[in-house]
């Protein structure tokens, strides 16, 4: 082999050696992407039990006061006023929701804990478990009031529940401290208010009690077509829910509202 050609395929492959062991500058390097952790979806709030308004034949409200439900039958109107303390009205809002259990809410819409609570009560409000009720703006004795007052109290309640809740109340109202007379009643009828709800029957919680002096109330009361008055007022009651739903349970009763059992006049 002459000198030239055995130069020629030396060069030739110490180029090629080099091109096999050697990684180009311009290639890229190597990389890992670790892949983003899996996400966990945010937790869930179940939905609230749905439970179904009883089936009734509704009959027109009979004239007068009305105290307790007509008829025979095993029905009880559970009903609550004022709202002086806002963690008790939504301690009752949250066991109607919770339970099924049927309530009508007499409501003085100066006491904040009606806007305070009216994002979870709204709901129950508009499906109807929950009624509202007319008990004046400001718990006022309309025997004390001139027409002009009892119709200023129901009214400006009216409109404070109307804008807040889309309801009209009309045409209960209870009249604080179940103080009333034809004056109040004509005043009352004149801005469709014509059916003052009056009580059989008491849990006596407007003041302080004991749970259990609760409880006995109940047990005293709780009765077949009974319209029994409580208050939204002290805690007490709200720590004995499950004995009064026990006693409820035991007697067979079903609670209502009063749209339940009664037709509100048209017009």
């Known amino acids: 082999m002459d000198r030239r050609r055995f130069l020629a395929l030396t060069l030739a492959g110490g180029a090629a050696l080099t091109g096999c062991g050697s990684t180009p500058s311009a ?53 609550v006023d004022d709202g002086d303390d806002s963690s008790v ?15 009508t809410f007499f409501l003085n819409g100066s006491k904040p804990a009606w806007t ?13 478990r929950i009624q509202l009720g007319n008990h004046t703006w400001s718990h006022a004795d309309l025997t004390s009031l001139s027409a002009a007052g009892v119709q200023d109290e129901l009214q400006r309640n009216h409109d404070f529940v109307l804008s807040t809740y889309g309801v009209d109340m ?22 469709g208010y014509t059916c003052p709800v009056l009580w059989y029957g008491s849990l006596s919680d407007s003041g302080l009690l004991t749970p259990d002096q609760v409880v006995g109330f109940a047990d005293q009361w709780f009765l077949p077509q009974h319209i029994v008055i ?38």
């Open 170 to 191: 009309r045409p209960y109202y209870r009249p604080p401290y179940g103080y009333r007379d034809a004056s109040t009643d004509a005043a009352a009828a004149e801005i």
């Open 89 to 103: 009205v939504r301690a009752y809002t949250e066991f109607g929701r919770d339970t099924g259990t049927r309530l």
């Open 230 to 267: 409580g208050h939204l007022n002290f805690t007490p009651v709200t720590t004995v829910f499950p004995q009064l739903t026990q006693i409820i349970a035991d007697r067979g009763l079903t609670t209502v509202t009063l749209d339940d059992v009664f037709v509100r006049p048209t017009g």
């Open 27 to 79: 290639a890229p390097s190597s990389t890992t992407t670790t892949p983003p952790p899996p996400t966990t979806p945010p937790p869930t709030t179940p939905p609230a039990p749905s439970f179904p308004a009883p089936q009734l034949t509704r009959v027109p409200i009979p004239p007068g006061r009305l105290t307790e439900l007509p008829g025979d039958g095993s029905l009880l109107a559970w009903t």
């Open 116 to 128: 305070e609570n009216a994002d979870l009560l709204r709901p129950l409000v508009a499906d109807g």
